[in-house]
């Protein structure tokens, strides 16, 4: 599926876009919540300033992502690919990371994510939120 056709569903009231492809899609400043992209390819997307509020990503792939100050409030990662992704300034309110790989990600404050399980971009893993959510 290529950008268009993805907003052209999107804007038709579409919500399910399990395992889609948008690898190096440009979606800034684009409004995505509340929709199921879980298995999806955003390899190295630019969602700078994107709003991502309760958008289920579970077990996508979104290394080398550009998240700047993205609204991830109350999304889902659960085993989701943020590898080597630029998350400054982005808003992890709630989200939940469990079993998320971070690794080399820039990433400014994870203090309201959940996180359980979840490597860290210096390679730790954090279990600072298990049972949180």
Partial sequence: ???EEFFSRLNAGETNFTD???RGACLIRSGLRDINLSGSDLRNADLTD???ARVNL????LSGAILLNANLEYAIFIGADLSGADLDGTNFE??????ANLRNA???NLRDAILCN???PNGRISNDGCGRG
């Avoid at 579970?58 to 792939?61: D, H, K, L, V």
């Avoid at 709630?94 to 079993?99: E, F, G, H, Q, R």
């Fill in 1 to 3: 599926m290529n950008v």
């Fill in 94 to 99: 709630n989200a939940d990371l469990s079993n």
């Fill in 106 to 108: 820039i990433i400014g």
């Fill in 118 to 120: 979840t490597i860290l």
């Fill in 58 to 61: 579970m077990g996508a792939n």
């Fill in 20 to 22: 889609i492809d948008l």
């Fill in 50 to 52: 994107v709003d991502l």
